[in-house]
């Protein structure tokens, strides 16, 4: 028998498609481990490029699977790999390069090392990648709501962003198979399933006349389906049309995560972003028109090349103005071969540290406040787990809500009465008669 280990860094399509190698590894006998201290005969590491220390932790994560075990092989997939072949290939104990096409092949490949005992590399140049590469998922153990990847790569090249290259241009996914597997996880219990992709708004730009609020409305008409969610996606995207549509299916959840990225109008024309702040603004009008109660996330980077500090108090102005329902911070982070790589005026080090603590504490602020706003208001959970004595799971805007339950309620929807908020939580009792 053989054993296999996997390590995922990054996003939700990194979380998605390494779940759909797991799959791969069981179909052909493997056995997965999930014990840190139980040496595996194949490490299978799945990399993201976003910042430096996304880098560096691939690295520590693939040097610490060879001293697990020396005679292991060791297969690095994903963006890291994707950008930086070369760079892989030469840290020690690295056996298979994979980029972020071809991993469906993974298995095939750590048994053609296993026999020549070779180094083996594959990643290729992806911009002339056309067709969306398949990862189907059949089962998710131990989840209660099930992440779908429709669609790969990015055309927006923000000037930050290495993601472009390490993912290709937009693909998008047809939606046969996307029906398809939204419809035989819904059947072995998933009653929520969460739209994922490299950059999602984009879904249907290389389709004849199918986009993404096509998409939405047919998964809305499976049977049993109970809530489709939204990962992040673009402001640009939001229309009049497009939520109507949405609010029109009665299953998409009121939760939306729209990159912010910078409060300040400069600098998001330096980033490349295609909106401005007042556009953006416009956007969460049109969301809470239609989804009143509506969780609104957002990422902010701080310290991008030349922000300064009116740049910093127009986003911090901006947070309090927009009331965010959490707000996700990160520094600015070099990425060699991208424009604000060459941009003059780097930020140092640290004043980035002194302004991401300042925007974590505002945005600490907020969401207490955003959950206050929820005690006495009854929200639709669906519970995820038991922690201790308390079971908790997400509404349909994704606050992370706790109750006690004398019965075992993972895997249900259940509407709850919020009878009391903290900084990253409520706590609510069940309204009996709505337990389904």
């Known amino acids: 028998m053989h054993y296999f280990s996997t390590l995922t860094l990054g996003c939700k399509v990194n979380q998605y498609e390494t779940e759909a190698m797991i799959e791969l590894f069981e179909d052909r ?22 910042t430096n220390l996304s880098d560096r932790k691939s690295r520590q994560f693939i040097r610490a ?37 071809e991993r469906a092949k993974i298995v095939e490949l750590c048994e053609e090392f296993s026999e020549n005992r070779t180094q083996i590399n594959i990643v290729r140049d992806i911009k002339g990648d056309r067709d969306f590469q398949p990862l189907d998922i059949t089962n998710l153990e131990g989840m ?8 790969d790569g990015c055309n927006q090249y923000c000037s930050y962003c290495i993601i472009p290259y390490a993912r290709g241009n937009v693909r998008s996914r047809l939606r046969e198979d996307i029906i398809e597997e939204v419809t035989r996880l819904v059947e072995v219990g998933f009653k929520e399933v969460v739209l994922t992709g490299i950059h999602v ?25 109970e809530r489709i969610r939204l990962s992040s996606f673009e402001p640009n995207l939001i229309t009049e049309d497009f939520v109507s549509r949405m609010k029109g299916t009665g299953k998409v959840c009121d939760h939306f995560h729209l990159s912010l990225q910078s409060g300040s109008d ?44 009116e740049d910093f108090e127009d ?25 604000a790589a060459k941009m003059k005026e780097q930020i140092h080090g640290t004043v980035k540290n002194e302004r991401s603590k300042e925007l974590i504490e505002l945005a600490g602020e907020k969401q207490f406040e955003f959950n206050e706003k929820m005690v006495g208001r009854i929200l639709s959970v669906l519970v995820e787990e038991k922690v ?9 805007n994704y606050v992370l809500t706790k109750l006690i339950s004398e019965t075992d309620i993972v895997n249900h929807i259940v509407n709850i009465e919020i009878v009391e908020a903290f900084s990253d939580y409520v706590v609510g009792k069940i309204v009996e008669e709505d337990l389904k």
């Open 266 to 309: 400069r600098v998001l024309k330096l980033m490349n972003r295609k909106y401005d702040t007042e556009i953006y603004k416009s956007k969460i009008e049109i969301l809470r028109k239609y989804f009143p109660q509506a969780g609104i996330t957002t990422d902010i980077i701080v310290g991008f090349p030349s922000e300064t500090d």
């Open 144 to 151: 209660t709501r099930a992440y779908i990847k429709i669609q």
């Open 65 to 101: 699977a060879k001293r697990k075990n020396p005679e292991a092989i060791v297969a690095v997939v994903g963006c890291y790999s994707q950008v930086s072949p070369e760079e892989v290939a030469e840290i020690e104990g690295v056996d298979i390069i994979v980029g972020t096409t």
């Open 388 to 396: 201790d004595e308390m079971y908790q799971g997400h509404s349909t």
């Open 201 to 225: 708004a984009s879904y249907g730009k290389d389709l004849d006349d199918y986009k993404l609020i096509d998409v939405i409305e047919d998964i809305a008409k499976i049977k049993n389906i």
């Open 29 to 50: 006998g493997y056995t997965h481990i999930t014990d840190d201290d139980f040496a595996s005969d194949v490490y299978l590491i799945n990399t993201c490029t976003v």
């Open 315 to 339: 986003t911090l102005k901006y947070v309090r103005d927009i009331e965010f329902s959490k707000v996700h911070v990160f520094k600015y982070s070099m990425r060699k071969n991208t424009p």
